[in-house]
């Protein structure tokens, strides 16, 4: 086996995923307080308005689409009624328009980051780097939906780097099955893998301080104060 095959299907992934978790541990217990986006709304609220809603709403459908086709085997989907021409027309349309909203919205936000004097010099190198790898993330992702699906004969995923992803899970990792994977797809994991493991040291973390107990919370009742 290829040593670097090994290193970058085998040792990167498990690095970066020990980093990920060690990293939130070690980064909840000494920074609580820095455990936030740390909006910059008061010093510009209009793109960051838009840019956050489309990056949110359509990360959350690419997520979720990530999840079905990578962890989901496809003989599974096939008993359940979902045809490979059916999940392939969903993947490549529903998914390659989550994935275009998503990173319209990043694109509004990085260059608000970078754009805006004040937002520049009050951004962290972290911040800045972040959004810059998520781009290229989501850009490999984007050529590979639309780009190299529609473009050319297209890459069934699903038979190589689906079953590799779960072989990481279950700690039995097959390399192989990245060999012959295309370059810009391979190009896509491994930028993930690389976010994962970056990911604990930037704003990133508040994904992690969702306020779901705002949903049982009681409401808040305001009442007027009359003067006597």
Do not use: C
Not at 126 to 140: C, P, S, T, Y
Not at 151 to 161: K, V
């Amino acid at each position: 086996m290829n040593v670097w095959n090994q290193f970058f299907w085998v040792i990167f992934p498990y690095l970066m995923i020990t980093v990920f978790l060690v990293g939130h541990f070690f980064r909840y217990l000494t920074d609580q307080t820095g455990w936030t986006s740390k909006s910059s709304e008061f010093l510009e609220k209009r793109s960051l308005r838009w840019g956050s809603l489309l990056f949110h709403y359509g990360i959350w459908f690419v997520f979720g689409g990530h999840v079905v086709g990578l962890l989901v085997p496809k003989s599974l989907l096939s008993r359940v009624g979902v045809s490979d021409e059916a999940y392939h027309l969903m993947a490549v349309y529903l998914g390659g328009l989550a994935g275009l909203i998503a990173i319209l919205g990043l694109l509004i936000l990085i260059v608000r980051r970078y754009g805006d004097t004040y937002i520049s010099l009050t951004s962290s190198f972290g911040d800045k780097l972040i959004a810059v790898l998520l781009l290229l993330v989501m850009g490999f992702g984007i050529y590979n939906t639309l780009g190299f699906n529609l473009l050319t004969e297209g890459f069934d995923y699903r038979s190589t780097i689906s079953p590799y992803l779960r072989s990481l899970i279950i700690f039995a990792p097959d390399s192989r099955l990245m060999m012959g994977v295309p370059l810009t797809y391979q190009l896509h994991v491994f930028l993930a893998f690389l976010v994962m493991g970056i990911w604990p040291f930037t704003r990133l973390v508040h994904v992690w301080s969702i306020p779901v107990a705002y949903v049982k919370r009681s409401p808040i009742i305001y009442r007027s104060a009359r003067l006597k």
